[in-house]
């Protein structure tokens, strides 16, 4: 029994509220406090649930004595019976009622110690995070390789602490003037998609060393992804290999995102086509060998979903289009400038909407001066 409970006499003074129903919402003045009588009511802030009060628990308490604005919001879980305390009552209660006073700051001292301890776990888990964020980026290039004649350039902003896009440079061992590269995307987000990435990226890495086509790396990919991984994440993937000495380029395509082809001497931008299928999803995938042939002043786009399916305050997509004209408008830029060019068009257009996915770029790009085209570094 709630001490003071009988200084309510009338059933006037109780409401009825309905399932779904607000009671009241995070940042409006907090002038009421409420005794939750019957039914359940779910206690969020910033969207997330934070409590779940039954028949006989208090809520809206801190903003009444705080005379400040509501931290939280109250939405009603089932039909329930609320009993308000506005602050004149709250007074006579405490002055009325001593064991009223007791109960409300037993009550308030153990919320405030589970919140602790919620706080306590949040920061391990914060740290956590942060050391795997630390580990993750510590597995992507510390920089783009150096090249006579070409010019790389790469962007990676995770939409969380850790995510699941990746994308590397390969050189090839068998021959100083070829090179992979490549650009995935991990379904998901998150810690789970950060260590299929990893496990991913491993793998490529050993695939690498052998030799194979662009399609025989991915189809090998995916036999070991299959076999050996329990998770339900997918990976859409396109590798190039790049011929430093004549600018040819070898790429499959596993149901990544179409390259884009800027080319100068025709002025134009070209998506480049290539079938393919995800990479983790069946035992056998369907992949083909395409090839490209780059002229000086040429240059590659590779990019994840996250630059072309941003979107803006009113909901719109960046979108294929813009982002070709974005390219088209940065011919004959170097690599850095053409990838610089896509991450500001992209954060002009979503402004102060939340990212909500992973953003990769990758910009390879043959110069005028191709001779000596070895990796040095």
Not at 4 to 30: H, K
Not at 104 to 128: F, G, N, Q, T, W
Not at 158 to 170: E, H, N, Q, T
Not at 198 to 222: C, D, F, K, M, W
Request: overall charge negative.
């Amino acid at each position: 029994m709630i001490p003071g409970f009988g200084f309510f006499q009338t059933a006037e003074e109780y409401q009825t509220v309905t399932a779904g129903q607000v009671i009241f919402q995070e940042g409006q003045p907090g002038e009421v406090m409420y005794v939750l009588v019957a039914g359940e009511v779910y206690i969020t802030m910033g969207g997330k649930r934070i409590n779940h009060l039954r028949p006989g628990d208090i809520f809206g308490e801190m903003a009444l004595i705080e005379q400040g604005p509501r931290s939280a919001t109250a939405t009603a879980v089932t039909d329930a019976i609320i009993l308000p305390i506005n602050r004149h009552q709250f007074t006579e209660l405490l002055r009325d009622y001593p064991d009223f006073a007791l109960w409300v700051m037993d009550y308030m001292s153990v919320r405030s110690r589970r919140m602790m301890a919620e706080e306590v776990k949040l920061i391990h888990l914060e740290d956590e995070l942060r050391i795997g964020r630390e580990i993750q980026m510590s597995l992507l290039p510390e920089r783009c390789p150096t090249v006579a004649g070409w010019e790389f350039a790469a962007f990676y902003r995770p939409a969380r602490m850790v995510g699941g896009d990746l994308y590397d440079f390969i050189p090839l061992l068998q021959d100083p003037t070829q090179m992979n590269i490549f650009i995935a995307d991990v379904t998901g987000k998150g810690v789970p998609a950060a260590l299929f990435m990893a496990l991913s990226r491993t793998i490529l890495h050993v695939e690498s060393t052998y030799g194979y086509s662009p399609a025989e790396t991915l189809q090998r990919v995916n036999h070991f992804i299959v076999r050996n991984s329990r998770n339900p994440l997918f990976l859409s993937i396109a590798l190039f290999t790049v011929h430093t000495d004549t600018g040819r380029l070898i790429f499959a395509n596993g149901g990544h995102d179409r390259p884009l082809w800027l080319r100068q001497t025709t002025g134009t931008v070209e998506s480049l086509s290539a079938a393919g299928m995800l990479l983790g999803v069946f035992p056998e995938v369907r992949l083909a060998d395409n090839e490209v042939q780059l002229a000086p002043g040429d240059a590659i786009i590779l990019y994840t979903d996250g630059i072309t399916e941003a979107q803006n305050e009113w909901g719109e997509l960046f979108g294929d289009e813009r982002l070709c004209e974005v390219a088209a408008a940065h011919l004959g830029s170097s690599a850095s400038q053409l990838l610089e060019g896509v991450v500001t068009a992209v954060t002009q257009f979503t402004g102060a909407t939340p990212q909500a996915d992973d953003l990769t770029l990758v910009v390879i790009k043959r110069t005028l001066d191709d001779r000596n085209s070895q990796l040095t570094s």
